[in-house]
């Protein structure tokens, strides 16, 4: 039984995406309101100075204090809507945002701002018509806006979540035409579950030269690398060291394997040990789920790089954070040569394997887009598993 819940991040997914394991001002209580702040001469200031580059529970003390001063008929009625999205308090931004597009002579910067930000939040609440709506609005009113390619980006995750995967596909190739790489990965990402191999060959081909610049170009061969080697076997998994949680096996089937690329050193360790292990309790019946580790000269106590440490000390230190940090997580200290032949390069890269042991699908996981990569993978595990 599969008790994730599969839906867009930040709704039922939202005790996932920020439950134990993330640490900061989003997990705080909201403290008392500071002189400082309440006597801030505007709610932009405020924002700025107060609010922006806080935790929610922060800002959702400030929208309870602005919320009387503010009339939705006045233009800092959009400095609100920042205010609650912040706070997610999704329904309130949105009525905020959609009162400000009523306003004449509204800033059009804050006019799109606004529409993309009734996009978020209308997906966060599953309106996926709505969030459409918005998008569309957006691009239609400000085609040629340098946010052009994150609204098409939104828009087709939005079309995927609904299940319209035609128009996902076209609004992540405008996206990735417009030079947003992330888009590509997306697309490629819907071909790659669908099985649809030679769709994904032919994008890579198709959109090679939108990647030629050095900040993206090692992504892009890796993608192609990946891609190349689907349907064939991955290595063995054999020479791999237990330095987890129980028995992790290592040898492939008689169900899919999901391998994830764990680093002790990354400042989002252990929130991403939380997420797996959110994925691995849902899908323990059908789905092995192993963090793959390999030694890189680091001191994962004192979080730093070390050319002196023996490959015996650091794989001591690994067992160390495992246990303490781990989840209880399955993990395997394996070879460089097993990173080498998935291809596996960046931390939080997820690849599944299927039961034949033969290579499937792959993501590279990034925890800042509000989830979105587990919501991929939880798509990818059901086209494979047939769940």
């Not at 599969?2 to 134990?20: C, D, N, S, T, Y």
């Not at 997906?123 to 400000?142: R, S």
């Not at 980006?153 to 947003?180: N, Q």
């Not at 070879?335 to 993501?363: C, H, N, T, Y």
Request: aromatic share 8%; proline share 5%; glycine share 8%.
């Amino acid at each position: 039984m599969h008790a994730f819940p599969r839906m867009f991040p930040g709704v039922l997914l939202l005790a996932f995406v920020v439950g134990p394991g993330l640490t900061g001002a989003d997990d705080e209580p909201a403290a008392p309101a500071k002189d400082a702040a309440a006597a801030v001469e505007t709610i932009a200031k405020d924002w700025k100075k107060n609010i922006k580059n806080k935790g929610p529970a922060n800002a959702k003390e400030r929208g309870t204090f602005w919320e009387a001063k503010v009339k939705p008929t006045e233009k800092d009625i959009f400095w609100l809507g920042m205010i609650w999205d912040r706070a997610r308090q999704h329904e309130k931004a949105i009525a905020c945002f959609e009162a400000y597009l009523k306003i004449e002579g509204g800033a059009e910067i804050n006019r799109e701002s606004s529409l993309a930000k009734i996009l978020d939040n209308h997906a966060l609440l599953q309106n996926w018509d709505k969030a459409i709506a918005a998008g569309q609005e957006v691009l239609k009113l400000y085609p040629a806006s340098k946010n052009a390619p994150g609204a098409w980006s939104d828009l087709g995750r939005v079309y995927r979540r609904k299940g319209d995967l035609e128009k996902a596909a076209h609004a992540f190739r405008e996206a990735t035409i417009l030079l947003r790489g992330t888009s590509l990965f997306d697309l490629l990402d819907l071909h790659m579950t669908a099985g649809d191999i030679d769709k994904a060959k032919a994008a890579c081909n198709e959109h090679r030269a939108v990647f030629q610049k050095d900040a993206i170009k090692v992504n892009f061969e890796m993608l192609e690398a990946f891609i190349g080697r689907i349907g064939q076997p991955a290595p063995s998994l054999e020479a791999g060291v237990n330095v987890g949680n129980g028995e992790p096996t290592k040898v492939y089937g008689p169900k899919p394997t999901l391998l994830y690329h764990a680093h002790v050193g990354s400042q989002l360790f252990r929130l991403r040990m939380s997420n797996l292990q959110g994925l691995r309790s849902a899908w323990e019946e059908t789905v092995n789920c192993i963090a793959l580790m390999t030694l890189m000269k680091y001191d994962s106590i004192a979080q730093k790089e070390d050319l002196t440490i023996t490959p015996e000390k650091e794989q001591e230190m690994i067992v160390k954070v495992m246990s303490e940090e781990g989840r209880g997580t399955p993990a395997l200290l394996v070879p460089q040569s097993v990173f080498d032949a998935l291809p596996m390069r960046w931390p939080g890269q997820m690849i599944l394997v299927d039961a034949e042991g033969k290579l499937r699908w792959m993501r590279i996981n990034d925890e800042n887009n509000d989830g979105y990569d587990w919501v991929c993978a939880q798509e990818a595990l059901t086209k494979l598993t047939g769940g």
